[in-house]
Every structure is written in structure tokens, then in C-alpha cells.
């Protein structure tokens, strides 16, 4: 290849192993992406007189080579594995308001779902059942208002709210490993429908050793690409307040869900609800209207008029019973299990979807009354 274009050089740079961020953003501030290519190929003396310690020197001398970087394309390419650089036009604008963002992104899917409005979700590995149904419930209903759904592919919180969001919406999978180590394994076929559905991406090139710092790292990607990042269930050490913590630092919303105080799985959310730094989240009602005002003054892509809109969505044949019966007289759940003849589960997947459509509203004593 006579000529290598910006984005390449930054690929090949990203691709070296044992090159950082900081020495990348050093090398683009003191020699620049236009005169990095004249660097190619050259012994690692030249590197040091440049000013790069002997280490640094003898990393890019070795891996910072034309013949590496057409390798590293070509088999990027065969491996099916798509990838965008901090310069593209697409790189998701959320993601680069964050200190660190990754300078290269590896995909399988759709990648105009990162450009579009997500929340994440995050939690422990190890749930309890109630965290598990929390998270896909809360995906579920995120992802049937258009809200993409972000988290890190995990074992527990993780793939319970992916599952949940699948339903009627999309997400997004930041894995901790490169693409030829997916983990868990036990993940593959998860990951294999979210790309159908959404879009998998790591900042970790093909071949990539997997050692334990990098999971905490991909965190700030997660939180990154979302508006807001909601913790599920968490113990006071657990990785999710991680993500947390960069969210907040990068003034995004923090959400909590509440769980019981005996629990060792909520004690992480119990902190941040009883510090502050996170706002109380009962149904997705409550995360979609704190966006509300917000989301509508942003501009394109991610004003999308997702959430003015909720209110206008027309109603199915069995919302329209519902409210019908709701309109005609204040119910509890149990009154309208008997008028309606339906189960539960039935009411419970209506209601909510009602109460996300603004159609009705949940007052004290769990009864229901419309708008």
C-alpha cells in the first residue's frame, strides 16, 4: 500500500501492544497523524532521539511497521470484525466527551446504535432472582420506548438486562475482551443476537491477552456511550460502582434500584441512593423522565422525539380494554384481574405499557387512574 490515510496510522498505533493512550496523544501532539507515516519502519534509535524512552522505543520499532499494519487490516478484515477510529465522522459524539475514550472501536453489528439515545444498565455477576427480573424488566421497558439499552455483556445484571431489551428494542455489548475471546462462553450465543439486533464492540485488538484490569476499563465505555447509567443490584465492591463513579464523572444521571437492607447485593445501591449520587428507579418511567426535557433539546441523532412521543403511541386492542375499564372507574390490580379476566402476568405487561404511553398513572395504594 503506497499511502496510509490518518485513520490507519491511528490503527496501527492502537494495534501495537504495549502503546498506551497517553504515548498515542503524545506522539499525535508532537509529530501528528499527517507525519506519523514517515515513522514507519523505522529502528528504534530514531524512535529514542525523538525523545521515547528506550521501551516505548523498542515497542513501536518492532510493531510499528507497514508489513504489520497491512497484516493487522487484512486479518481484521477476514475475521469479519468492522472498526471505526476517534476521527470518523460516526464516532459516537457521548463517547468522546469522556477523558480516555478509546482511540479505535472493533464491531459486529449496527453502528448507528451508538449514535442513538441509550442507558446502560450494570449490576453484580451474581444476582439475586429479584435482580435478575429487575434488569430484564427494566430493558424490556427501555427498549419498547426506543431507548437502546448498553452494558458490558456479563455474566448476572449484565445479560439479564440484554436479554430484556431484545425483546422489543436493541443493544449494545462493550466486551472486556477482543473478539476472539468472548467472554463468558457461555455468552456466545447472546452476543450472536445482539449483533443481529444491536451492535457488539470492544476497544481490544484480535489476539489480545485477557488479564483482569481490563474489564474495569471497559466501564468507561459503557457509561460513556449513555445518558445515563442505571445499577441494578451491587455489593460495596462491586465493578458496576465503577461505572457508576465514571458516569458521574462525566456528568452523566447515576440511577439505583432499592432492595431490600439485608441483602449484600444492594448495599452498593443503598450507598449511592444515601449519598446522593444516584436518583431512585422504580420503573423505566422514572429514568425516561428525567431525559424528557433534555432529549428534546439536543440535537440530531439523538433527538429522535422518542420520548414526546411516548404519550401518541397508539394503544393495542387489550391497552384499549384496559383503559377503557380504568377510565370508567379507579382499579386496583386485583379489581382489574376480575373485570377483565386477565392473569397477572397479562396486567402487569399492560399496565406498565400504559404508564409508559402516559395513558395512566399509579397512586397511593397501588391504584390505578388515567390521565
Not at 490515510?5 to 496501527?12: D, G, K, S, Y
Not at 465514571?246 to 452498593?268: C, D, H, Q, W, Y
Not at 428507579?281 to 439536543?298: M, N, P, Q
Not at 379507579?330 to 402487569?348: E, G, K, V, Y
Request: with cysteine.
Amino acid at each position: 500500500m503506497s499511502r496510509w490515510t490518518e485513520r490507519q496510522i491511528l490503527f496501527a498505533l492502537h494495534e501495537a501492544e504495549g502503546i498506551g493512550w497517553h504515548t498515542i496523544r503524545d506522539l499525535m501532539d508532537r509529530i501528528g497523524l499527517l507525519g506519523l507515516p514517515c515513522w514507519l519502519d523505522r529502528p528504534s534509535s530514531q524512535w529514542q532521539d525523538s525523545g521515547l524512552k528506550p521501551n516505548v522505543a523498542a515497542k513501536l520499532a518492532a510493531q510499528f511497521r507497514s508489513d504489520r499494519l497491512e497484516q493487522r487490516l487484512e486479518f481484521t478484515k477476514r475475521s469479519g470484525i468492522e472498526w471505526i477510529t476517534a476521527l470518523d465522522e460516526h464516532y459516537p459524539l457521548l463517547l468522546k466527551e469522556i477523558p480516555q475514550y478509546p482511540w479505535v472501536l472493533y464491531g459486529r453489528g449496527d453502528w448507528k446504535c451508538l449514535g442513538e439515545a441509550s442507558v446502560s444498565i450494570v449490576g453484580t455477576r451474581t444476582p439475586t432472582s429479584y435482580g435478575k427480573k429487575v434488569a430484564a424488566t427494566l430493558g424490556e421497558q427501555l427498549g419498547h420506548i426506543g431507548l437502546h439499552v448498553v452494558s458490558g455483556l456479563a455474566r448476572g445484571i449484565d445479560a439479564s438486562s440484554h436479554e430484556g431489551a431484545l425483546k422489543y428494542g436493541r443493544t449494545v455489548a462493550v466486551m472486556g475482551t477482543s473478539f476472539d475471546r468472548v467472554y463468558p462462553p457461555e455468552n456466545r450465543s447472546l452476543a450472536g443476537r445482539i449483533v443481529e439486533n444491536g451492535i457488539v464492540i470492544t476497544e481490544y485488538p484480535l489476539g489480545m491477552k485477557t488479564h483482569p484490569g481490563m474489564f474495569p476499563l471497559r466501564n468507561r465505555i459503557i457509561a460513556g456511550l449513555s445518558l445515563g447509567t442505571v445499577v441494578v443490584e451491587a455489593n460495596l465492591r462491586s465493578g458496576a460502582l465503577i461505572t457508576a463513579d465514571m458516569a458521574l464523572e462525566s456528568n452523566r444521571e447515576v440511577f439505583a434500584v432499592p432492595g431490600p437492607i439485608t441483602s449484600p447485593k444492594s448495599a452498593g445501591t443503598l450507598k449511592l441512593l444515601y449519598e446522593g449520587s444516584a436518583k431512585l428507579v422504580r420503573s423505566a418511567s422514572d429514568i425516561v423522565e428525567e431525559f424528557k426535557g433534555w432529549l428534546t433539546t439536543i440535537p440530531s441523532p439523538y433527538n429522535n422525539e422518542t420520548v414526546d412521543a411516548i404519550g401518541e403511541q397508539p394503544l393495542t386492542d387489550e391497552e384499549k380494554r384496559i383503559y377503557k375499564l380504568i377510565c370508567d372507574q379507579d382499579s386496583t390490580i386485583d379489581d382489574l384481574m376480575q373485570r377483565s379476566s386477565s392473569t397477572f402476568a397479562q396486567l402487569h405487561e399492560v399496565l406498565l405499557s400504559l404508564q409508559l404511553k402516559k395513558r395512566i398513572r399509579e397512586g397511593p395504594g397501588a391504584v390505578y387512574s388515567s390521565e
